[in-house]
C-alpha cells in the first residue's frame, strides 16, 4: 500500500516536473469563462469580486474566474459558459505545440523568453550600425531580462528624430502580443538597405521594440507577474490598487519600462495585448475625452485599415486604472494604444500568427509615419544654444487643454502629432522664464511644421514633472481638471485631488529643492481655500519620504535640517480634497545641468566611488575603445553651482582614467559636507554626475 502511493507520487511529481507550463505558485487556478448579461456596465460586478475582466460587450462579459469565483457568479443566477477550463493550459486544451517549441519556419511558433533574448540579440548582431539591444531591467524572479531592440540609423547617437515605442506580452499569457512586435523588429532591421520604404522609417524615426514586458509570466504563462501583479494595472497614473497592486510602479517590470519612458519621450506608442479584437484608444479610467480625441480616433481608424478589430475608447469598453496607455499619455503626453489581436481564448493557432503579424505590420507602419506629422522642433538656451529639456503644453491653459511634452534632454528636441489647426504652446523649464509660442499653423495631418524655440534665463523653479497620481475612484470618474495644471509657476489654474488624493512632483534633475533661509518650498492652492495637504520630499521618488508636515491652502515648508536637498515632493489631500496649481522651489540648487552620462557619445561612463565618501572618492571615466581623444576638462562644483576645484583642466588621455578628488577646494580648504556635482566638459560633449560628501 505504502510502496504504490510512493509510486503514484513519484509518477505526478514527474509529469508536474515533465511539464512545460507546470502552474506557477502566483496564481491559482482560473478558467476563461463568458458570462452573459443584460447590461454592458454589469461588468463592474464582477470586476468588483476581483476577477480579471477580459472583453466586456453589451450582451455578454468575458473574465478569468477561480472555481469560487465561478461558483460565485453561477449563484448569482448568470448564465455562464467555460471557454477555456485551465487558461494556463490552452496549448494543451486547444492541442497547440507549446510556446518555444520551433517549427521549420518562422512566424509558427510562440517565441519563449530565450528565443526573444537570442532573436534580439542576433538581430542586432546582423545590424549593428541600426540596432542596439538594451537590457532596461530585471524581472522579479532576477533571471530575466527585459530586453528592447532600438532600432534608428546612428542608434548610438541619440537624434533628433520622433520616436515610437512597442511593447508586447505585459500579460504573461497572451503570447501572441510578444509576436508582431518580434516580427516589426525583424522586419525593420533585415529591410533596411532592401526596402525603400523601410530604409525611410529606419533613417527617420528611433523605433523602440519590447516584445516580452513580463518574462516570469510568459515563462509560467500567467497574466500577471512572479509576484501575482497584474502589470497593466500598476502603473502611476490614475492608479487606484487594481490588479493586486499595492502601490503606483511597485513591480521592476514597471519601474523598467518607466525609467525607459522617462528618458525618451516617445511620441507614439503601442500596447500588444490579447483577449478580444479591439483598437483600444485613451482614456482608460476616466470617461472625460482627451482634448486630442479626434486625433487619437484619426490613428485608431487608421490602424484598424489593415486588421478590421474595430475601435473603441477605452472607458466605453471597460473602465482600467494603471494601465500602461494611461500612464503614457498623462505622464509624457505618449499616444499609446492598445492593440487587442484575439478574441477567442488567447492565443490563436500557430499557423495563423505569420498573418496576424503581417497585417499589423502595414498598421505599425501607419503609426509610425504619424509621429514626423504635426508640429516639432528644438528648445535651446537663448544664450549658448545649449538644448533643453521643457516641458511644452498648449496655451492658454484652459478646460479641455490637457496635453503636455517634453523636449529631449539630449538635443532639445519635441514633436508633438496633430490635427490640422492652429495651435499656441507655452514652454516651460527651471532656470527659465514662460515662453509662449503663438500661431503655429499646421497646414493639414500630412506635413509637419517646424518651430524652433529658444528660452531666456530667469528664474522660475517649480515642479515640471508628475512622477505619479492616485485619486478616489469616484472623484476620477468626474473630474475634468487634469495633472498637467499643477506643473510650472502659479496659473491660477489648478489640478484637484480629490479626497485622499496623492501626487508625487519631480522638480528636476540639478534644480533640486535645498535646505535654505527660511522656507524651501511652496504650495499654492487655487482657487484659494484653506484645504489640507501634506508635505513630504524625497531624493528619490520611491522614498523614504522625510515629512515637512501639513499646511492649509497655499503654505510653505521648511527643511529645518530634516535633509538637505530633495528632487521629489509628496503630497496628500484630506478628506475635503485640495486644488494644487504649484509646488515651488524657494531655495533651489542652480546652475549644473545633469545628465546621464550613457546618453553622450564617446562616454561610457562617468562615476565616483565610494560615494558618498568621508575622506577621498575616486572619479572615473572610460570611453569607448578606438574611440579618438577630445580634450577635457573635469571640474567639481557645490550646490549652488559654484566651481570650488578644476580637477583636470586639460585632460587628453582616455580609456579609462580616474582622478582622486579629496573633498577640499582649490585652496585647499576641507569642504563642508553635502551634494557636490562633478562634471567633465568638452567642445563635444558635457556630462554631470552627483557625489555626496559626509562630514
Ligand atoms: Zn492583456
Known sequence: MLRRLR??????????????????????????????????????IFDKMGMSIVDVRAN????????????????????????????????????YPPIGITGTQNWTFYHS????RDTLKAIALRHPTICQVESLGLSVQGNKVIWGLRISDNVNVRENEPRFRIVGNQHGNEHIGCEPPMYMATILADSYGVSTRLTQIVDNYETMIIPMANPDGATANTRSNANGVDLNRDN????????????????????????DADAHAYAISL????????VNYLWNYTPVLTQDDAFLKQISVGYDTWVHYDTTNGWAWYQTNGDIDDVSYGLYGDFDTTIELYGNGYNPPTDSILSICQHNKESILYQIRKCSTGIHGVVTDINNSRPIQALIRPYPLSRGQDWLLYSSKENGDYHRPVLNGTYSLKLSANGYRDTVVSNIVVPDTVNPVVRNVQMTPGGN?????????????????????????????????????????????????????????????????YPNASHAVQCSVSNSWTGPWISLGSGNGTCTFDFAGRI?????????????????????ALNHATGVEQGPPGSVPYVLSLTSYPNPFRIRTTI?????????????????????????????????????????WDGRDSQGTSLPGGVYFYRLASPQYTATEKVVLIR
Open 620 to 660: 572615473s571615466l572610460s570611453c569607448p575603445a578606438g574611440s579618438t581623444g577630445h580634450p577635457c576638462s573635469l571640474s567639481i562644483y557645490d550646490i549652488s553651482g559654484r566651481l570650488v576645484r578644476i580637477l583636470s583642466p586639460h585632460a587628453s588621455r582616455l580609456t579609462p582614467y580616474e582622478y582622486v
Open 236 to 259: 502611476g497614473y490614475m492608479w487606484l490598487g487594481d490588479g493586486n497592486s499595492p502601490s503606483f510602479f511597485s513591480q521592476p517590470e514597471n519601474k523598467a519600462l518607466k525609467a
Open 113 to 116: 523568453y530565450a528565443q526573444v
Open 564 to 584: 538637505s536637498l530633495a528632487r521629489y515632493v509628496l503630497l496628500r489631500s484630506g478628506a475635503s480634497g485640495y486644488s494644487l496649481d504649484a509646488v515651488e
Open 7 to 44: 509510486f503514484a507520487v513519484a509518477i505526478a511529481l514527474a509529469l508536474l516536473a515533465t511539464s512545460a507550463l507546470a502552474q506557477a505558485s502566483w496564481e491559482p487556478v482560473q478558467s476563461l469563462i463568458k458570462i452573459t448579461v443584460s447590461h454592458h456596465d454589469q461588468y463592474r
Open 60 to 95: 455578454y462579459v468575458k473574465a478569468l474566474a477561480t472555481a469560487e469565483q465561478l461558483a460565485q457568479v453561477q449563484a448569482m443566477g448568470f448564465s455562464v459558459e467555460i471557454i477555456l477550463k485551465d487558461y494556463t493550459r490552452e496549448f494543451e486544451e486547444k492541442g
Open 271 to 278: 500596447a500588444y495585448h490579447s483577449g478580444a479584437y479591439y
Open 461 to 525: 523653479y517649480a515642479a515640471n514633472r508628475v512622477v505619479a497620481v492616485r485619486q478616489d475612484d469616484n472623484a476620477a470618474q468626474t473630474n475634468t481638471t487634469l495633472t498637467p495644471w499643477v506643473l510650472g509657476m502659479p496659473d491660477t489654474k489648478s489640478y484637484a485631488m480629490g479626497p485622499s488624493g496623492r501626487i508625487i512632483l519631480d522638480m528636476g534633475q540639478g534644480t533640486e529643492i535645498v535646505d535654505g533661509t527660511g522656507p524651501d518650498v511652496r504650495v499654492t492652492e
